[in-house]
């Protein structure tokens, strides 16, 4: 079983910067960022695979940057030039395969979540 920690999530203007960090303890072949506001689905925005290989939502592609730190078993997202429309609950996720995919389905592991608002 993998345990996922998030933190990092707060409040920031529009065109700010965070950055969120996942503690992970376990194995996992992929790790990604999901992202849920109430009454939606849950929609992926970056994954890491084992190899390196990352893929990332057509809304955050040149302003999100996801990373792990293999020495700290932490996963990263840098996210920069925020826009209140990425306000959201964002979860770390992991899974046992290395498929590059944004979708829900296959990840088996997931955080609590950490909650991101960008407003002015």
């Known amino acids: 079983q993998v345990r996922l920690v998030e933190s990092g999530g707060g409040s920031v203007q529009p065109g700010g910067s965070l950055v969120l960090s996942c503690a992970v303890s376990g194995a996992a072949y992929s790790l990604a960022w999901f992202r849920q506001a109430p009454g939606r689905e849950r929609e992926g925005v970056a994954v890491?695979?084992?190899?390196?290989?990352?893929k990332y939502a057509d809304s955050v592609k040149g302003r999100f940057t996801i990373s792990q730190d293999n020495a700290k078993n932490t996963l990263y997202m840098q996210m920069n030039r925020l826009k209140p429309e990425d306000t959201d609950m964002y979860y770390c996720a992991s899974k046992t395969d290395s498929q590059p995919s944004l979708h829900a389905i296959g990840f088996n592991n997931w955080g609590q979540g950490t909650k991101v608002t960008v407003s002015s």
């Open positions: 890491l695979v084992s190899g390196g290989s990352t």
